[in-house]
């Protein structure tokens, strides 16, 4: 609330100077000794008033000296405000944090409105891969971001089971199929080699035995591309399932086409005058939306590109009442945002629908050298794989701590570290000693400081650098969950997060070389010892729902090795 009524404060007296509707803006600084907030709006009003910048910051610092909860305003360098706030404003937050507990960061901005976030929707000819498991992170962080600030959240797997690639996968199997029946069948060009079609195709002689020995017919090869495809979904579903990644739903592009849904779109497009043929095939003019050429739907054989079924699956979605969508998606996807974007303006849904998060590839490294461990996939690393290397939280936190449009090198070095060096333990460690503080309290007969009706603390206590800074910290969590929820960046958070844990660290150890809490906290003075343990609890809270957020445990109990 200090901040809001700062902001105020500051867009008065920039009235009062003849700048009314100025833009304030209010940072946390840095370096602690600047204070608790600061403002360059002397800065921004110094060309607009024609006046020098540090002038202005002095004048302004006039007409807010006296404003209730701030301690005081000095005017640093060029012209800006810093504001240190009483310790009362300052110790507001824990009365908060307390309160809401698992709730604080909470918002509703959504206001309870249906979004779709359709991530991962990987074809189902193999294993789920690093690509993958760095869409499922992202996909699943930015839906619980969004639950968190009140919206409605569906999220949605598109499997890619139609086209050429499930009738290569069914080949691939029929071939794998025969030479375990001793003949010598190659798996076709262009056709998936790994252990995993092995395994299917195994699957498959165990089901139905000899049946399809000497039978390759189109309905034999229909059966076996349903058996595969059904399979491999089997997979990736359990993969994701031990990513910690659910689905409410997942929707089959068969099912665009058993339904009509491809034919309806195609023919609605026609009726809409944006469809015309050429050199035998049926084209739709993109280029008068936006895209850099027009687009083939129908190819000279009659069956459909890529394009067409998924402009019918994003009518689909608009259909279904979801008017705000976010596809994340690999980079690879690129050139298909403009063409999906143009097909569904021609059909007068607005411009800019569906909203896009494309990602960066994943890298694995050891070293300097790049590591490629996988035996079922045949030519890529698995997510499964990964996930056995170093673990499901550790995965999760890697593919989110570089911003999505960057490439992602993955440290297999720093991920199997249990120190914290590793960004993730580092978290985990924090969490895990204020839990420890509490604990302590509890042995001593203070359990009432952990619990909603524990007594109020007084702030004014915790003034020392170490205490403020934290607090600060504190505050900015709702903030940070904002600010990552609208950039669609969860690294957001995780930086948040590892700085957070790193104030955590310094307070906990300040004072204390011998690394002992009881010697920092847990004091026999009851007041500094009630707002030591409040302040503890209140950072154990922040990094827990932190680390709810990303879908990631927060330990109460940690030994290294562990």
């Not at 349903?226 to 089997?234: G, H, I, L």
Request: with cysteine; hydrophobic share 40%.
């Amino acid at each position: 609330m200090t901040t809001e009524l700062i902001a105020a404060a500051l867009r008065e007296a920039a009235a009062g100077l003849g700048a009314p509707g100025a833009d304030v803006q209010l940072e946390r600084p840095k370096d602690p000794s600047h204070g608790d907030l600061a403002s360059n709006l002397a800065l921004t009003l110094a060309s607009r008033l024609r006046r020098a910048p540090r002038e202005i910051a002095v004048e302004l610092k006039e007409r807010l000296d006296g404003l209730v909860g701030i301690d005081r305003i000095e005017v640093a360098g060029p012209g800006f405000l810093n504001f240190f706030l009483e310790l009362r404003a300052v110790g507001e937050a824990l009365g908060r944090i307390l309160a809401e507990r698992g709730d604080y960061g909470r918002s509703r901005d959504g206001d309870g409105r249906r979004i779709m976030v359709e991530f991962v929707s990987a074809n189902p000819t193999g294993p789920l891969h690093l690509g993958h498991g760095r869409q499922a992170a992202l996909g699943d962080a930015l839906a619980s971001l969004l639950e968190w600030s009140g919206w409605n959240v569906h999220r949605e797997f598109y499997f890619n089971d139609a086209g050429r690639q499930t009738e290569l996968l069914a080949e691939s199997v029929l071939a794998r199929y025969r030479q375990l029946l001793g003949h010598e069948d190659p798996v076709p060009e262009g056709g998936y080699r790994g252990e995993y079609v092995a395994e299917i195709a195994r699957a498959l002689l165990e089901r139905d035995g000899l049946r399809y020995e000497d039978d390759a017919g189109g309905a034999a090869l229909e059966a076996i591309r349903r058996f595969a495809v059904e399979a491999m979904q089997d997979t990736q579903k359990m993969c994701l399932a031990a990513f910690g990644v659910r689905f409410d739903e997942y929707f089959a592009e068969t099912a665009l086409y058993s339904e009509g849904r491809v034919r309806a779109t195609l023919e609605a497009l026609g009726e809409a005058g944006v469809v015309y043929e050429r050199d035998g095939a049926t084209w739709l003019r993109t280029a008068a939306f936006g895209d850099q050429k027009d687009r083939v739907m129908l190819k000279s054989d009659g069956s459909a590109t890529y394009f067409l079924p998924d402009v019918a699956y994003h009518v689909g979605k608009w259909e279904r009442g979801f008017r705000d969508v976010i596809n994340v998606q690999g980079a690879d996807h690129h050139s298909t945002v403009d063409r999906v974007r143009a097909g569904l303006q021609a059909l007068g849904i607005p411009e800019g629908y569906p909203e896009y998060l494309l990602h960066q590839m994943v890298t694995v490294v050891r070293g300097d050298e790049e590591v490629r461990f996988s035996k079922r996939s045949g030519s890529y690393t698995t997510l499964a794989e990964l996930i056995d290397e170093v673990g499901v939280d550790v995965a999760r936190y890697f593919f989110l701590i570089r911003r999505p449009e960057a490439h992602l090198v993955f440290d297999l070095e720093l991920a199997l570290d249990e120190s914290d060096k590793n960004p993730v333990y580092k978290v985990k460690y924090a969490h895990a000693r204020l839990c420890r503080l509490s604990r302590i309290a509890c042995q001593r007969g203070w359990d009432g400081m952990d619990g909603p009706d524990a007594p109020e603390a007084d702030a004014s206590l915790l003034s020392a650098p170490p205490e403020r800074a934290l607090i600060r910290r504190l505050a900015d969590f709702p903030a940070t969950l904002g600010r990552a929820t609208k950039a669609r960046a969860p690294h957001i958070l995780c930086d948040y997060l590892e700085r957070t844990a790193g104030v955590v660290n310094s307070w906990y150890q300040a004072g204390h070389p011998s690394r002992d809490p009881e010697a920092s906290a847990i004091v026999e003075d009851e007041p500094t010892r009630r707002a030591r343990l409040t302040l503890a609890v209140a950072a154990r809270i922040v990094l827990g729902n932190g680390l709810q957020v990303l879908g990631i445990e927060a330990p109460e109990r940690m030994t290294r090795g562990s």
